[in-house]
């Protein structure tokens, strides 16, 4: 094997060693903003359930339905704004499961690369 191609070579499984830890490091990463996503979906809940034990209390205390119709109207906003925060949340678990699909496809790509570079660097040892 010449100089240049064993030159070519390495320089080849370098950058094919470099996009899979890029790959991998972008799957780790997704893997994290998927547990945050998840961590904020659980406070999302936690926040609906309490907004839903509130809305119960008002209709139990219908005496003060008059003196707390701001608090109610707050409320509403929170719902509307957890609706929002939620489809959000929805988009970027869509996003994520867009990336991730990518990145492993991504990951195949660069290990079918590397199986056809080492077949290359196999056949071209054996021509030594």
Known sequence: MTPEIREELDRLE??????????????????????????????????????A?????????SEQIARQGEQISQQSEQIGQLREAQQ????????????????QTQIDILAESMGQLKRAVDYLLSKD
């Open 14 to 51: 370098r950058i094919a060693s470099l996009n899979l830890q890029t790959s991998t490091n972008n799957l780790e990463a997704i893997a994290r903003q998927d547990r945050q996503i998840a961590r904020q979906s659980e406070q999302i809940s936690q926040q609906s359930e309490q907004i």
């Open 53 to 61: 034990r509130q809305g119960e209390q008002i209709s139990q205390q």
């Open 88 to 103: 959000r949340t929805d988009r970027q678990i869509d996003r994520l499961l867009e990336a991730q699909e990518r990145s």
